[in-house]
């Protein structure tokens, strides 16, 4: 059990909570009340590094482009007209555990999200990029349910940003990389199609969601746990599979 990073009902401190947070209350107030609140939060996984290897990459790629002002050849290709934006606090956006923040008064939380990217168009206005890696022979689209997620979560980015005073497009992109098996052999590396996708976001959602998590994190009982949850439906099988 966790001791730190637990948010205190009675305290005047500022609580940073991040986008991956909101997240996690929007999927289940009870993990997220869990892990905030008392501490326990979920088993986690392997860390997706082939997934951290393209973003690194890709970053590296369209910062050369950012030093020149120029566009990357996948925005040339799509006619998009901005090339990467140059800011001082750039690096510190796409950091994690730092990311663009927001001190959202109400709740005194800082809100916070680390973006892969942003682009700016000539108007100066700003748009929000998300790298993805997959390796599918489906055509890839934002339509499968759990890539609602991200949806939302370039919302969050354009909802910070927009908090920080920028000027930024509904429209985003995400630079999706998908890794080809269909080639003869390995060879030591992977080769990659690159696809961008256009994805208009509203982020009219986003205040209602933090005031919710404050309001759950406020009280003194557990939410209700997600009933379609499989962690939550296999640690109640087994418990009384233990009990028997
Ligand atoms: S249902 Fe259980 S394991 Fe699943 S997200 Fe909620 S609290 Fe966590």
Request: proline share 4%; net charge negative.
């Amino acid at each position: 059990m966790r001791s730190r990073n637990l948010f205190d009902p009675a305290s005047k401190e500022p609580f940073k909570l991040s986008r991956s947070r909101i997240e996690r209350f929007l999927k289940c107030p009870c993990c997220f009340y869990l892990d905030r609140r008392l501490g326990v939060d979920q088993v986690s996984g392997p860390a997706f590094t082939l997934n951290s290897a393209t973003d690194t990459l890709l970053k590296k790629e369209f910062d050369v482009c950012r030093a020149e002002g120029k566009k990357h050849p996948i925005m040339a290709k799509n006619n998009i007209n901005a090339v990467p934006f140059q800011h001082r606090d750039l690096n510190e956006w796409r950091e994690n555990f730092k990311g663009v923040q927001y001190h959202h008064k109400p709740t005194n939380f800082i809100v916070t999200g680390a973006v892969d990217d942003v682009w700016v168009d000539p108007n100066g206005k700003l748009i929000v990029v998300d790298y993805k890696s997959t390796s599918t022979a489906k055509v890839i689209s934002l339509d499968d349910e759990w890539k609602q997620a991200y949806k939302r979560q370039m919302e969050i980015y354009q909802w910070l940003l927009r908090r920080n005073g920028f000027d930024v497009s509904n429209t985003g992109y995400f630079v999706y990389v998908n890794a080809d098996t269909g080639q003869d052999a390995f060879d030591g590396k992977l080769v990659f199609d690159e696809q961008l996708i256009e994805y208009i976001g509203d982020d009219s959602w986003v205040e209602d969601a933090i005031t919710e998590a404050h309001l759950c994190l406020m009280r003194d009982t557990i939410p209700q746990s997600t009933a379609t949850c499989d962690w939550c439906n296999y640690r109640n099988e087994s418990l009384v599979f233990f009990k028997n």
